[in-house]
T-cell receptor
Framework: DAGITQSPRHKVTETGTPVTLRCHQT?????MYWYRQDPGHGLRLIHY???????DKGEVSDGYSVSRSKTEDFLLTLESATSSQTSVYFC??????????FGPGTRLTVL | EDKVVQSPLSLVVHEGDTVTLNCSYE??????LLWYKQEKKAPTFLFML????IEKKSGRLSSILDKKELFSILNITATQTGDSAVYLC?????????????FGKGTKLSVIP
C-alpha cells in the first residue's frame, strides 16, 4: 500500500459545527489531494497541495479550507458543516510521475 | 472546463462475456488518462496511459488510448463475478504547480453467474 491513512473513518456531526478530517502519509510525497464522492457526481476535487504550505482550490472548494504544515499531513476543515457536505471524503497522494493512490475514505454525515 | 464522459453508465453481463467500457474526454494540458476500479471502498489503480495507440495489459484487462479522437477503452475478457465494480476513468492535466484529475461518473459493471 502507499502508506496513506485517514481519520476519522466515520463521523456524524450536527449542522453548524466545525469538522476537521486528517490525511496522513508515510511516503514523503509532494502532492496530496482531497476529493468528495457523491452518487450521481462521481469523485470531485476539493483542494490540493503541492508542498508544505502550498495549496490551491479544486472544483468544489466552497465551504472547505485546508492546511499542510508538514509534508506528511493534509487537513481538510469544514468551518461550519452543512447537510450538503454529507459525503464520502477521499484523500489521495501522487508520487512523482506516477498515479494517484487513494486513502480508505471518511464517511461524514451532517445532521 | 475539463470534462470526462463514460459510457455506458451501467452494464450487466454473464460470466465469461467480454465487455468494453468507453471514456471520452476534453481537457486542457492533457498529461495522462487513468483507469481505476472501485468496489465499495477506495478506488484502486488499474492503468495509466500517456501515449496514443499503445495497449496496456494486465491479465484479462487491457486498455488503449486514442489521443487524436480523445477517447480510451477498457476491455475485460472472460469476465468473472469478482470483476463486478464501478470502473472510473480520469484524465490528468498539468496545472499551476500540480497535476489534477478530473473523473467521469463511472461505469457500474455487474457480472452474474
Amino acid at each position: 500500500d502507499a502508506g496513506i491513512t485517514q481519520s476519522p473513518r466515520h463521523k456524524v456531526t450536527e449542522t453548524g459545527t466545525p469538522v476537521t478530517l486528517r490525511c496522513h502519509q508515510t511516503e514523503n510525497h509532494r502532492y496530496m489531494y482531497w476529493y468528495r464522492q457523491d452518487p450521481g457526481h462521481g469523485l470531485r476535487l476539493i483542494h490540493y497541495s503541492y508542498g508544505v504550505k502550498d495549496t490551491d482550490k479544486g472544483e468544489v472548494s466552497d465551504g472547505y479550507s485546508v492546511s499542510r504544515s508538514k509534508t506528511e499531513d493534509f487537513l481538510l476543515t469544514l468551518e461550519s458543516a452543512t447537510s450538503s457536505q454529507t459525503s464520502v471524503y477521499f484523500c489521495a497522494i501522487k508520487a512523482g510521475d506516477d498515479e494517484q493512490f487513494f486513502g480508505p475514505g471518511t464517511r461524514l454525515t451532517v445532521l | 472546463e475539463d470534462k470526462v464522459v463514460q459510457s455506458p453508465l451501467s452494464l450487466v453481463v454473464h460470466e465469461g462475456d467480454t465487455v468494453t467500457l468507453n471514456c471520452s474526454y476534453e481537457v486542457t494540458n492533457f498529461r495522462s488518462l487513468l483507469w481505476y476500479k472501485q468496489e465499495k471502498k477506495a478506488p484502486t489503480f488499474l492503468f495509466m496511459l500517456t501515449s496514443s495507440g499503445i495497449e496496456k495489459k494486465s491479465g484479462r484487462l487491457s486498455s488503449i488510448l486514442d489521443k487524436k479522437e480523445l477517447f480510451s477503452i477498457l476491455n475485460i475478457t472472460a469476465t468473472q463475478t469478482g470483476d463486478s465494480a464501478v470502473y472510473l476513468c480520469a484524465v490528468e492535466a498539468a496545472g499551476a504547480g500540480s497535476y489534477q484529475l478530473t473523473f467521469g461518473k463511472g461505469t457500474k459493471l455487474s457480472v452474474i453467474p
